[in-house]
């Protein structure tokens, strides 16, 4: 292979050799290929018989490297020039001509890019599917009291369908990155060559528009160099990872016979190995271990890249292995975040039981001094007092007496038995994208209509 005359030392071969990973772009590179080879005949490089040769025999090598069994060539470097390698067998040196005008560094970058294009309408679709199950679950929900919390101490009560649209929205904006992902996915790389274009004035935008792609680069050494559409995956993934990985958190929590507000389906749980009254909700445990390990990928790449020289070094075959890895997580994470939020079950007692506890209502009593003309600050100051004054006298808010409350103000008087009305609680959070019953009836509705345009996958459909 050009002016080197050694065989590769075993130990660089392990180390160089990428072909273990990279046989997943055998698809793309097939495809690119085709397209590639039609270009050629555009300027004269192949004539008809050839094109038709190749592009069959492009096809015996798809069949047979899908085939149940097959191996590889323990010579063959990666993807690209095991394709090189079958194509020769299936026509023999004709082979040879198909890399006319490309170089291995536009060919895998054109290859990465169909492939992070196809992935991120993939996570795009099972994004919207993982939302459609919120927003039925919410839907079904609407009604249902329950604590909401900081610290992971009771705060103020929700609705129980409030909460679970929280999570539909941050899946909404995971929707949009994986949209940003694919549009830098759109720019074909192919042309650039090894980094100052080719000799040939293939018509990359008639290949592109074959390819699917919506644009070409501009400038070749970026073409060649450019990864910022995997980056752009990669960070999308990592966010919506995380996302994964609070929802997982909380149901663990919910499930635990602490809380005991919700219990995954046996199919999403796991038994113990030596007590066989567990049911254990692995599967949520698993998106929150997950979470790190796509972050981990996304800042993998962003080291490999991180001031690497223009254009090409061998540091950018490790791009593939946490892109890889990174679909696969993630992709696993939502179908199986999908098949939970399908089977969850909730407990509707446990949860207004905790969502009565009248400590709850402290900043609607504040509330009600402000509205008296009370500053709030000092309102804080007095239903602080206020509930240390129950919690010493063993007594809920609502058992405390009107000379009790006076006590802390003139100002607290029978309203705030009315305050104390359960049903108070959530209604007064009337305000846009608050938890009352007209407000969330309004997110309802808005969250319908985002997620028709996610399931379309509509480039100007996203909010």
Same mark, same amino acid.
């Given at each position: ?5 050694? #065989? ?22 097939? *495809?690119?290929?085709?397209? /590639?080879?039609?270009a ?15 592009? +069959? ?5 798809? &069949? ?6 097959? &191996? ?22 004709l082979?040879?001509?198909? /890399?006319?005008?490309?170089s ?18 993939? +996570? ?38 409030? /909460? ?6 941050m ?7 994986f949209?940003?992902?694919l #549009? ?25 528009? &074959? ?23 990669l ?7 995380? /996302? ?34 567990? $049911? ?49 997580? $993630?992709?696993a ?28 209502? +402290? ?14 600050? *000092? ?30 103000? &003139?100002?607290? #008087? ?24 007209a407000?969330?009836? +309004? ?16 480039? #100007?459909g996203?909010?």
């Amino acid at each position: 292979m050009s002016r080197i005359r050694k #065989d590769p030392d075993p130990r660089f071969w392990r180390l160089n050799r990428s072909l273990g990973f990279d046989w997943r772009l055998a698809p793309y590179d097939i *495809e690119q290929s085709q397209a /590639h080879a039609r270009a050629l005949r555009e300027v004269g490089v192949l004539d008809g018989e050839e094109l038709q040769a190749i592009c +069959a025999g492009l096809d015996r090598v798809g &069949e047979r490297i899908g085939r149940p069994g097959f &191996e590889f060539d323990g010579a063959d470097e990666d993807i690209h020039m095991a394709i090189e390698r079958l194509l020769g067998e299936e026509v023999g040196s004709l082979a040879g001509k198909l /890399h006319t005008a490309r170089s291995r560094n536009d060919q895998v970058a054109t290859d990465v890019a169909m492939l992070v294009r196809a992935h991120s309408l993939r +996570a795009i679709e099972l994004v919207g599917a993982a939302m459609r199950r919120l927003l039925d679950q919410a839907e079904r929900h609407r009604d249902w009291p329950m604590p909401g919390y900081t610290h992971l101490q009771r705060a103020q009560p929700v609705y129980l369908g409030h /909460h679970l649209l929280a999570y539909f929205w941050m899946l909404c904006r995971d929707a949009q990155r994986f949209r940003f992902a694919l #549009d830098g996915a759109m720019t074909m790389p192919l042309g650039s060559g090894a980094l100052a274009g080719v000799n040939w004035e293939i018509d990359r935008r008639a290949v592109a528009g &074959e390819l699917g792609f919506e644009r070409v680069s501009a400038n070749s050494i970026d073409g060649a160099s450019n990864r910022d559409f995997a980056l752009d995956y990669l960070a999308a993934a990592a966010t919506c990872a995380m /996302h994964l990985s609070r929802l997982g958190s909380e149901i663990v929590i919910w499930s635990s016979s602490e809380f005991g507000f919700c219990q995954l389906d046996e199919s999403f749980s796991s038994g113990s190995s030596i007590m066989p009254q567990k $049911v254990n909700p692995d599967s949520a445990e698993l998106l929150r271990a997950k979470s790190p390990r796509v972050a981990a990928d996304y800042a993998s790449l962003l080291g490999t890249l991180h001031a690497l020289p223009l254009t090409y070094g061998k540091d950018m075959q490790e791009d593939k292995e946490p892109l890889f890895d990174a679909i696969d997580t $993630v992709e696993a994470c939502l179908e199986a975040t999908e098949g939970m939020l399908a089977g969850i079950a909730f407990d509707r007692e446990r949860l207004a039981q905790a969502a009565g506890d009248e400590m709850l209502a +402290a900043t609607e009593i504040a509330d009600l001094l402000v509205r008296k003309g009370v500053p709030f600050r *000092e309102a804080h100051g007095i239903v602080g007092g206020l509930v240390r004054d129950a919690v010493e006298r063993g007594k809920p808010l609502s058992e405390l007496t009107p000379e009790e409350l006076s006590e802390r103000s &003139e100002q607290l #008087d029978d309203s705030v038995y009315e305050v104390l009305r359960r049903e108070s609680w959530l209604e007064s959070k009337r305000i846009e994208g608050g938890t009352g019953s007209a407000a969330l009836a +309004a997110q309802l509705s808005l969250a319908a209509e985002v997620l028709e345009a996610v399931e379309a996958r509509l480039p #100007d459909g996203l909010p």
